[in-house]
């Protein structure tokens, strides 16, 4: 697609369930980020891939995150037994390359809407 | 460690005036700095970056930002705001040193309020 797509755009859950969110990058793009960003903050650094591995998962806020890109393109993020505190918007965006001399943006998607009651 | 602050929740100008939105960052290396714009339930969009050279770079929308390495900052600006540039503007940085590939580290945000 011509630009990074994410689905759910909205999801409201109750505190305990299993959560999935997804995310297609743009086509060639071989790194994927995944950033949260709660109420009035700016985004926070999730998980970073290149290509099919996770790179840097530092930003992980515990063990019930779990972010997984098999084939090197669509990445899902998954969190285990949600909280309340889980509620917030889920960004992910992909960039042609990572590190090296490429110092180029990083292009997001509109984000995932997650809703814990 | 790399870190952004951004000193104001939120600026507020008329239409027609200047606008300067504040940004200072700290790294352990060179930065590479960013702009985005968020407009209400959108994703974050790339305004403009410093890289390297000219201190003042230009980007989308007419917006601006001037690179101060002394006094660490990224300020944000624009000779005149119209209101549709009213949204949430982060400013974001990059560790050259830091092996996390693109990893950008964001400040909190401003509001910008632009009145007619």
């Known amino acids: 697609g011509a630009g990074v797509s994410q689905t759910p755009s909205n999801k409201v859950t109750e505190k305990g369930k299993y959560v999935e969110l997804r995310c297609d990058p743009i086509s060639g793009h071989t790194a994927l980020y995944w950033y949260r960003q709660s109420l009035g903050q700016g985004p926070e650094f999730l998980i970073y891939f290149q290509g099919t591995g996770a790179a840097d998962d530092s930003g992980l806020p515990n063990d019930r995150f779990f972010a997984v890109r098999p084939e090197g393109s669509v990445s899902t993020l998954k969190i285990q037994r949600t909280e309340r505190g889980d509620s917030a918007v889920y960004l992910c965006?992909?960039?042609?390359?990572?590190?090296?001399?490429?110092?180029?943006?990083?292009?997001f998607g509109e984000g995932s809407r997650l809703t814990v009651l | 460690a790399q870190s952004v602050a951004q000193p104001e929740d939120q600026v507020n100008v008329a239409e027609g005036n200047p606008l300067t939105v504040k940004c200072t960052y700290s790294?352990?290396?060179?930065?590479?700095l960013f702009w985005y714009v968020q407009y209400p339930n959108r994703g974050l969009q790339f305004l403009l970056k410093?890289?390297?050279?000219?201190?003042l770079v230009k980007g989308s929308y007419g917006f601006e930002a001037e690179f101060n390495k002394s006094q660490t900052s990224f300020h944000l600006k624009k000779p005149s705001a119209l209101v549709s540039d009213s949204a949430l503007y982060f400013c974001a940085v990059r560790d050259m040193n830091n092996n996390a590939g693109n990893m950008l580290t964001f400040g909190g945000g401003t509001r910008l309020m632009v009145k007619p």
């Open positions: 410093y890289i390297t050279g000219d201190n």
């Open positions: 790294v352990s290396g060179n930065p590479y």
């Open positions: 965006a992909s960039s042609p390359s990572a590190g090296g001399l490429d110092t180029g943006e990083l292009f």
